[in-house]
């Protein structure tokens, strides 16, 4: 028997002495407000407690280690501390998605028993335990320092902040999120629900000769285990080809090692993972194709049988490309590559699946809830209206939860046995199973003429999209589609091709190829300026996509406001001794020749409850505070009476959370439905309209594909625009970020600095240390730890500076900046680094000397 004390209160554990505090506190207690990120592997910090006063981890703590001590949860820490830290994280933004939060706040709670506040170093020090995916750890440190301030001056009061577009509302839910009250689907508990476990294919391309379940059916707590023969519908699904099976069968073979054999249902987790073990599969193993340029060789094995391992080839071509670059007086050719890396969100993939009225519901955490209905009635063959799926908030997605991972086996399992059933990845898994961001290798020419003017540019790429092709296609366009970056090149020739292998599948990542062709490009322009001794900041000025200038796909721009935010660089830029400079571009919207929609709700439920029913997922990046903001600019309804619901129920079907667009069509469709409801309101008060439901819409269907005969292609409805700049000192360490930001309008000015800050993080990850490197289809490791995510201590100071050039299409002149923030920051990078050593980089991550 163990006694020790949880938040003053005595207790006794008689269970196996080496559980994890963690296990212990989730699944015996119910305290959820200690989250699971790294599945024990003691790296992520979102699981932190205090033990005797000081923080420790509890997924790497055994209950034999609190003998005799106390521990401390988020609910008993003073009442004092806890508050302000709480509204401190969110009247300082340092609540995004929020997984992180509980443990941050943790982590630095005995700090407040020390006489003095600390530095903003000592800050980022203290946190460094910890890792956070969405802030840049920068909010987090604003409000730590201001809760410090607070403390120290007890006659403070926050000021109320308004809720007009541009200004900076707290995060919805914020306070509940940081508290660890909110639940994520991975907190929810239904009585007598069981739980899923997958059995991943051991090799990456094999033919399965059988699966042995007899074993692993005998084990204790099984209550039974699924294969491909128990779907009743369609076993294959896609967001673009149906290429992706729920289950791979015996006789099939499998593509990669996310490939699913079977799914262990048991009476607890940890029952369902040990009888797993337990089911053998007899496998003929092949050569896996892990090399996409072997691949696309006519002797190379197919990776899906009578599919060219070529899935998709996009091309643009205008002028004479060869011509002009024959007769430049300065060109550059080189070949860059990118490397595949890892989302890295803090909450791994879980879904939670009830039976209801003859079909299923389903608590989500992915971006588009009404595509994962539709694929999920296809699993079970069943109608749309008998999958009902609810999107809860989640811990971070970035793109990588496009893609179904877990919600169809949880489906499935559930329909089936008509219980309860949840279906959780450990950080193994999810590294395991979800598709990541597209390794991709680049044959760039850039050429420009004496005036340091750009004349042509080449491009062939080719981008690995894994063993299914996700949104692969779609990456590889934005590569076509943005080559020429943010930039007027009148002559070009590009194409880039998707490639099948037998990799871990590529798809959906915050840029979404983007980055990867922005890193050639700039690093290409730098080299002219040495070529022709051009100015590095006049030659991006002087190129710089203004209005009525074409993108590299024919489509001319209106609301441009690059060359603002070249103009809020220059003076630090020209200062620096050295620096690194890159501009981007980033699309909002699908566009391609697709359709952008969304429809909205708006139920009033009484005098004090307005609700809002839309499509779009909330993953941190506030797509639920543009919504409450542009109702209460129109309607001035008080955003404390407003809440949000994403439920497919309210039947207003929406497409997946993609492309920065969230923004642009829900506060459209807001504005439509607030049209019929501010009328209203002149005459009649919320209690009189309670009982009515407006409906909203915003439709754009007049977009085109790259390189379609089309006079005038409008490939995409809006882009963003930024410039950033790269500061080194004397040793070469990188020493501040300058991130010049068009917005459009600017919705919530703290939320923008806020998206902008992390997304920096992420691309100074990606320039610098960040890989996921395979060997054999296979990750090298699946060790949290190993991805090179930046930690605290590590970053920069980091200034946002936000310009506001309107958008013609975007609510109040808006644009998507949830992409565009990472988009020139690897190349700025790169740049400053050529700057301080003379050494050109073509490959990401980019190797420094010590």
Known sequence: MINFTLNGQKKQYPGPAETSLLDYLRLVVKVTSVKDGCSGQGTCGACTVEINGKPRLACTTTMRKVEGTEVTTMEDIPENVRETLVHSFSEKGAVQCGYCSPGMIMRVTHLFQQPKPMSREEIFKAISPNLCRCTGYVKIVDAIEEAFNRIANPEFHSKKTGAKIGDPLPKYESIETALGKRPFVNDLHFDGMLYGVLKFSEHPRATILKIDLSEAENQEGVIKIFTARDIPGERYSGLIFKDWPLMVDVDERTNCISDVLAVMVAKTEALARKAAEKIKVEYKTETPVTDMMEAIRSDSPQVHDGQSNVLETSRIRFGNPEKEIEAA??????????????HAFLETETAVALPENGGIKLYSQGQGVYVDRRQIAAFLNLPEEKVHVIQVSNGGGFGGKEDLTVQGHAALCSYILQKPVKVHLTREESIRMHPKRHPVRMEMELACNESGKFTALTLKAYGDTGAYASVGTKVMERVVGHATGAYTVPNVDIEAHTIYTNNIPSGAMRGFGVPQVVFAIESCIDEICNQGGFDRWQIRFDNALENGAKTATGQELQGVGLKQTLLAVKEQFQKARFAGIACGLKNTGVGNGMVDDSKVKIEIVSEDKVVIHHGWSEMGQGVHNMAI???????????????????????????????????ALVGNAIRDASKSLASDL????????????????????????????????????????????????????IKKVIAAHDGGKIMNKMLFEGQIQGAVHMGLGYALTEDLPMKDGKPVSYKFNGIGILRAKEMPEVEVIGIEEKDPVGPYGAKGIGEIGLVPTAAAVANALTQFDGIRRFKLPMKRKK
């Open 629 to 663: 903001q542009t109702l209460h600019q129109e309607t001035r309804i008080a955003p404390e009476k407003i809440d949000v619901i994403v439920d497919t129920a309210a039947g207003i079907p929406t497409g997946m959370t993609t492309s920065s667009r969230a923004t």
């Open 682 to 733: 002149k005459s009649k008060s919320l209690k009189q309209l309670t009982g009515q439901t407006y409906k909203g819409k915003f439709l754009c269907n007049w977009t085109s594909k790259p390189g379609s005969d089309t006079k005038k292609p409008v490939i995409h409805f809006s882009y963003g625009y930024a410039t950033q700049v790269v500061i080194l000192d004397d040793d070469g360490r």
């Open 329 to 342: 007086p300065y060109k550059y050719k080189a070949v860059f590559e990118t490397q595949r890396i890892e």
